[in-house]
């Protein structure tokens, strides 16, 4: 019953608003930082240009349908950080000008593309939660889930068409690497012998792919000399790369509110990331987690092995394992030649990893 299950999801939602609910967020006192947006931000003309991408955005999934409208502004209404529009706003103007319509646009089409994985994201890992709202497959169905992601993805394609070849190429293609990575990940699932190579594969297609799009698109509307676009789309590709190595590690370590989605979703859901392939590895914790893996997990184990997880080395190990990219990140922000951006995206990469745990 649709009724049944909304009021079900809002009372879900409301309890994570409420307040942390897990216990190993009760064991380890960290405190996350959030990813601070503040150093992009504060170039010139970034917070205008993003407040003049909102209409543009919503614009951009209208039917004229009540209904899919409900559903396609869903998560837009949310919230979320437009982290992906602020790479391609912040690639294309270097806060020297305001953006362009077409820098708009791209940044638009990227948003969608990020909107549309996490519509069918949500689906694939049967999460309830995100932006601190019930999600779409929550609030709507699977089914409708599914149909308003591919409708986004279809908005986005008309609109990458709109600004020529080479960016609807470079938007498929990302698409095509976004789905392998989903699909490594999901055959991956429950495996206790994925390697860190595999990891590291899919979080590159999963995401490392659209946030180096982002930085491109944006390199690309704006016309910039292609030794230009090319150091742009690399710190795309490390920025991403750590990003994702973050949300991994706060899966584990943070809680549900400080999230805005559920934590411990990827070990209900047997994804294994690199914090549980590094504690499995480890000679004091892997005897202990392993029998716990391998099939689905009832809540108080989830508990033990995220409390396993968490108390071992391995979070220390992975965020090193992030500091490989964090100095690729810098190498390629040194490399822009516009030095304000340079400086911008060099301490955005710095301050993903910043508040995590650093040693055993
Ligand atoms: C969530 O991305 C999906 C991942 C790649 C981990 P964001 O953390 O950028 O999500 P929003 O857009 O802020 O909600
Ligand atoms: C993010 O993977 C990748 C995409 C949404 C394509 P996750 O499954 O880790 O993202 P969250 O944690 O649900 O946001
Ligand atoms: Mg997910
Ligand atoms: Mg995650």
Redesign the pocket.
Known sequence: MPGRRHRGVEALARTVAAGPRCPTSRSFAYRFPLVDTASLLSLPFLQDDLARLEPQLRGAVSSGDRFLDEVTTHLIAAGGKRLRPSLALAAATAGRRPATHEDLQGAVAVELVHLA??YH??VM?E?LVRRNVPSVNARFGNLVAIVAGDFLLARSAEIAASLGTEIAALLANTLGL?CQG?VTEVRSAFSTDRTEDEYLQTIQG??AALMATSCRIGALTAGLPRPEVEVLTDFGRCFGMLF?LR??IL?VVATDQELG?PAG??LAEGIYTLPVLLALRDPGTGPELRPLLGSPLDQPERDKARDIVAGSGAIADTVAAGHRYVEEAEAAAAAVQERALGRSLGDLARSLLEGLPVSR
Request: proline letters at 0%; charged letters at 55%.
């Open positions: 994985s996490l994201d949500d890992d999460a976004l989903q999963k995401t994702q949300d991994d899966d989605k979703q990827d």
